[in-house]
């Protein structure tokens, strides 16, 4: 499937592509153009596959707090084979060779410039930050959306190649949803083996961090969330115990989680629910002195909770946004060193063709789909 060359005469004029003009009306197949060459430092994809995000459902609704500038291309995990090389652009962003026809995944983009890129150290709150699904498809070079035929990698986005183990499934997993749950772990910091987690929400985010926790060595991962067989999914990635939130109170699920960590609650709790309450349910998990991280806050809901708590109980509150190019070769290198023993496909619940974009984009919405795969080719 390599070779060493660019074939720009097999680039078609056109990609189709599933467009979002006006939020809350079904998302529409348009043909976008495709860009006749890539720039210094660019690349074109031919995508191969998009896993359906919870954001992707929320920015077609509007229901974001993020910046939109319609009309997109919607999707943002994607995973697809290089077509054109930009000059300069013949390796990826940790030095591997790129041929055409290597898979890869990229990233938003950071400058290197601002004060975020370079004194914070922190590329995912670049002040000239592009994201793709965000950007408009009447602009140059267009192709800034995952449920399109054809991509194209901006010169500043990070890409990295798929190691030949996984499939365009599990890729698609790292390019966003595992991406941020890495990115979630680095900004908690190390766990110690007697550090008892437990982890709010039972989506594709918090199923992925229970297999991140318990192969760092948490001494307990404890998964809360619902319906049943996310929860059964979780205990296949590793959760050694589950709560679910189905006939049950706030309250007798603080109890379960503190008769299971000697009275006091759990060490670390993290959040990946996207429920504004579930914030101050979290404060009230979390044992005194230990660590909160919140993930799945990007609505626009607020919650009420009391600030008090925080101080009372000394708590570490964190937040995790987005993940930058380490976070997305750390989700391709856990996923391919544990892929023998993690059920990472099993988190693939339906494969749809791009022109069913608008089934799975419900079904992902009424819950009926973990992580649904929109196959291009």
């Given amino acids: 499937m390599s070779g060493d060359t660019t074939d720009l005469a097999t680039l078609p004029e056109f990609s189709r592509a599933a467009v979002v003009r006006r939020f809350g009306e079904p998302v529409k197949i348009e043909c976008v153009p495709v860009p006749t060459a890539p720039e210094p430092g660019a ?30 291309i919607l999707g943002h995990e994607m995973v697809g084979r290089v077509v054109a090389i930009g000059a300069g652009a013949e ?44 950007e408009n498809i009447e602009k140059p070079p267009y192709l800034l959306g995952g449920f399109s035929e054809y991509g194209y990698v901006l010169p500043e986005s990070g890409r990295v190649r798929v190691p030949d183990n996984l499939d365009d499934g599990v890729a698609s997993l790292c390019s966003c949803a595992f991406r941020s749950v890495m990115n979630a772990f680095d900004n908690l910091g190390p ?37 049943e067989a996310r929860l059964t999914l979780a205990r296949d990635f590793g959760a050694t ?28 709790v993290m959040e990946f629910t996207g429920f504004p309450d579930a914030f101050g349910q979290g404060l009230d998990i979390v044992r005194k002195g230990g660590r909160y991280l919140t993930v799945g806050q990007l609505g626009t809901g607020t919650t009420t909770f009391s600030p008090s708590t925080i101080v009372k109980k000394n708590i570490r509150v964190l937040g995790s946004f987005s993940g930058d190019v380490k976070s997305y070769w750390k989700a391709l290198q856990f996923a391919s060193a544990h892929i023998d023993h993690i059920p990472f496909g099993k988190m693939i619940t339906g494969r749809y063709t791009l022109d069913e974009v608008n089934v799975a984009l419900e079904r992902m919405h009424r819950l009926e789909e973990i992580k649904p795969l929109i196959v291009m080719a």
Avoid at 49 to 69: K, M, P, Q, Y
Avoid at 121 to 134: F, H
Avoid at 191 to 217: F, K, M, N, Y
């Fill in 43 to 72: 690349l074109i994809v031919r995508t191969t596959a998009c896993s359906i995000c919870g954001t992707d459902v929320h920015l077609s609704r509007g229901n974001l707090s993020l910046a939109v500038d319609l009309p997109i």
């Fill in 91 to 134: 390796r990826d962003s940790v030095g591997q060779k790129l041929a055409i026809g290597d898979r890869i995944l990229w990233t938003h983009t950071a400058c290197g410039k601002c004060f975020f890129c370079t004194v914070a150290r922190q590329p995912t709150l670049c002040e000239n930050r592009r994201a793709y699904m965000y």
């Fill in 191 to 227: 766990i110690d083996p007697s550090e008892h987690v437990a982890i709010q929400g039972a989506g594709p985010l918090g199923i992925l961090a229970a297999a991140v926790a318990r192969v760092a060595g948490a001494r307990t991962v404890s998964v809360i969330g619902a319906p």
């Fill in 241 to 268: 115990h589950t709560f679910t939130i189905e006939g049950t109170t706030h309250d007798e699920r603080v109890a379960g989680l503190r008769a299971l960590t000697d009275g006091r609650g759990p060490d670390i």
